[in-house]
């Protein structure tokens, strides 16, 4: 619930996921849909994809949700949903795409604390109240006009899927093909890194790159091509719970690779990516340099791209 004072409106309050109440079958359906999702949108990527994902900008989502007490959900959908806005509007109105920035990137957060179930509404109080306070002279009207603008140029299709949701469907599918975790710390583990890599996207995804093709000088086709690796969320997703159960000793990177077909060397590379910049967690360092020797373990073709097998998401029954 909000905190006395807050003007936020609050709802349903939930401060984790549940685990293990899912049935097979829902799992293996959600899995498959959210692959298909993925690779849908991995197949139409804009080349403008990422456009409005630094640090900046995801620090500014990040401390608005945090001041409105939204879920670390919603300040990933309202990242999400900013960047999709500002892609459409950059291809359809290029000169209009930044104006009104700080008013869109606004309504975002607004319209993702709508799509949350957990926590709190952002109304149109609360967000007049924070732009005025930053000199802005938006009206009530010229705010609600500015949520419509999002869903117009959107068609309607907000709800888009963010990494937290690939991120804890993959630790449910974890704990039903027996991979024993402790999933409610791992997902604690696993949000926080998601934030670090939200902030820290451009180094971590450089470094991912370089270490992928094994060259500190990545050419621009190997640049351009690897535009599809910084948004594959499956990627993301896995690499995330394997760098946050990478002390577990649990195999957890043997059991993504069954359940999503990305090979175990595409999960490392990410892992040693994310912990060669980590530097809030403890042996990171020495972490990352472990799992850099388990990667050259095994030989493989310099790649810009994850290796995957298709058609092998899916649980074991």
Known sequence: MARMGSHAVPRFYSSEPLFGG????????SLLRLAAENERYLSELPGQA????????????FLLAEKW??????RYQAVELLERFM???????????????VLRLVSCIQLASKLSLHYNIVNSNTALKFLQSLKYSYTKQELLESELAVLETLQFQINVSTPLAYIELLL?????????????????M????L?????????????????????STPSELQV?????????FMLLAVGIISTSAFRTKSRVVEHLNCITGITSQSILEFSYAVLKHCPWQHHAKAAAEEIKLQKMESIHPSSATPRRAPQTVGLFF
Not at 69 to 74: E, P
Not at 224 to 232: G, M, N, Q, R, S
């Open 50 to 61: 990422g456009c409005c994902k630094e640090s900046r900008t995801v620090e500014f989502i």
């Open 22 to 29: 899912v049935a097979p079958e829902v799992m293996e359906a």
């Open 190 to 193: 696993c949000v926080q890194l």
């Open 172 to 188: 449910e599918v974890l704990g039903h093909n027996g991979c024993l975790l402790p999933a409610k710390p791992l997902h604690q």
């Open 224 to 232: 351009a091509k690897f535009l599809a690796v910084k948004e594959d």
């Open 87 to 101: 892609i459409k509007q950059v291809e359809q109105v290029p000169k209009e795409a930044a104006v009104g920035f």
């Open 195 to 215: 934030d670090f890599l939200y902030l820290e996207r451009e180094a971590i995804y450089n470094t991912l790159l370089k270490t992928a093709i094994e060259n």
């Open 69 to 74: 007490h939204l879920d670390h959900s919603a």
